[in-house]
C-alpha cells in the first residue's frame, strides 16, 4: 500500500506539475508584451527550463527554483488589468447604459445595424426605452457556430407594448481579431454586454454567419423576468464604469446567465450543461423551463429559426420578431 500510495503521489504530483507549465507557458504568450516574437520566445524558454527543473536536472533546488517562477508570472498575470480604451471592433466599439427611473427605463448604445453581409454594415446605435410594467417575459437563443456541446447563447426581454430587446454577453475584439477560445482564457478580451434589436443580434448569426440558431420560450414569470432585467442592467453599467475581462471558464454568456438567474431567484445547482452550453437546451428542458408538452427532440426541431429570420430579412422590428416566433409552439404569457 505505501508503494501504491508513492506511485499515485508522484503521477498527481506530476499532473499538477504539467498543468502549471502549460497554463505559465500559456500566460506568457498571452501577456501583455507588445511584440509577439518575444511573447513566442518567452513562452518557449520557460516551457523548457520548467521542463528540465521539474522532471530532469538532478539539482534538488531546481524545482523551487522553477516554483518561484512560476510565483512570478502569477504575479505579473495580475497586473494585467482591463482597458476601455483600445481599437474596437465596430460591432462592441459602444459601451451600453442603462438610466432607471423607477417604471421606466432609458438605454443608451442599442445596437441596430443594417447588415448586407457579416461583415459588411451600416452601423447604427439609437436608444431605447421601455417600462418594467410591460415586461412580461423572457425568451433564450442558442446559436452555434458548428453544432456540438458548444455555443453563444443570449436572451431576449418580452415587452407587451415594444419588440423585444436582446442581451448577448459577448467578447470585445479589437479590429482584426475574433474569438479565440484559448486566449479568451487568457485576459486577451474584455467583456461586453451587447444590447440590441433582435433584427441585428438574432439576424447576423442566423442569415449572414449561417449559425444554426434556436429560439426557445421559457415559462419565466414577469416578476422573475423583470428582477433579471434589473440584474442585467446593474451589470452593463458596472462594466460602463470597470471593464473586465471575458473569460471562457468563469465570465461567459451561459455563465453569466445562469449566475444572474440565480440572483434573480432561481432555484437549482450548478450542472455540467452550463459549461457545455450547446446542451443547455436539454438542461432547460429537463429542468422544466421550457414547454414540456412536446418531445424534447420535437420541441428542439421546431425552435430552429433559421428558414423564418431569412424570410423576414428585410422586415423592420417589431415584425422580425413576430414571424421568427411564428412556427414556434404557443406559450401562455
Known amino acids: 500500500m505505501p508503494t501504491l500510495l508513492r506511485w499515485l503521489f508522484a503521477g498527481l504530483t506530476f499532473l499538477v506539475q504539467m498543468l502549471v507549465i502549460a497554463w505559465a507557458t500559456l500566460a506568457i504568450y498571452f501577456s501583455n508584451l507588445a511584440w509577439p516574437a518575444l511573447r ?37 498575470w495580475f497586473t494585467i488589468a482591463p482597458s476601455p480604451n483600445r481599437n474596437w471592433r465596430p460591432e462592441v466599439a459602444v459601451m451600453p447604459r442603462a438610466f ?107 442569415i449572414h454567419r449561417h449559425e444554426p440558431v434556436y429560439l426557445y420560450r421559457l415559462n419565466t414569470s414577469p416578476g422573475d423576468a423583470r428582477r433579471l432585467f434589473l440584474v442585467y442592467l446593474a451589470r452593463i453599467n458596472e462594466l460602463a464604469a470597470r471593464p473586465e475581462f471575458y473569460n471562457l471558464l468563469t465570465n461567459s454568456c451561459t455563465i453569466n446567465i445562469i449566475r444572474y438567474a440565480n440572483a434573480a431567484g432561481r432555484q437549482g445547482r450548478f450542472d455540467v450543461r452550463h459549461l457545455f452550453n450547446g446542451l443547455i437546451d436539454s438542461y432547460l428542458y429537463s429542468s422544466g423551463r421550457l414547454d414540456t408538452t412536446l418531445p424534447f427532440d420535437t420541441l428542439r426541431r421546431r425552435s430552429l429559426i433559421n428558414a423564418d429570420a431569412e424570410a423576414a430579412d428585410s422586415s423592420p422590428e417589431p415584425e422580425f420578431s413576430q414571424r421568427i416566433r411564428a412556427s414556434l409552439p404557443k406559450i401562455a404569457r
Open 40 to 76: 513566442l520566445g518567452l513562452a518557449v524558454a520557460f516551457a523548457a527550463f520548467a521542463i528540465w527543473a521539474f522532471w530532469l536536472s538532478r539539482r534538488r533546488r531546481m524545482p523551487v527554483v522553477a516554483s518561484a517562477v512560476v510565483l512570478g508570472i502569477v504575479a505579473w
Open 100 to 206: 432607471i427611473d423607477g417604471d421606466h427605463v432609458r438605454i443608451t448604445g442599442v445596437r441596430n445595424f443594417d447588415y448586407r453581409s457579416r461583415n459588411d454594415f451600416t452601423v447604427h446605435y439609437e436608444q431605447r426605452e421601455v417600462d418594467l410594467s410591460h415586461l412580461i417575459g423572457l425568451d433564450f437563443f442558442v446559436s452555434y457556430f458548428l453544432e456540438g456541446p458548444v455555443a453563444h447563447t443570449f436572451v431576449s426581454f418580452i415587452f407587451d407594448n415594444a419588440a423585444p430587446l436582446s442581451i448577448s454577453i459577448e467578447t470585445r475584439p479589437e479590429v482584426g481579431r475574433g474569438f479565440e477560445p484559448i486566449a479568451s482564457m487568457f485576459k486577451q478580451f474584455e467583456l461586453i454586454y451587447v444590447v440590441g434589436e433582435e433584427r441585428d443580434l438574432v439576424g447576423v448569426r442566423a
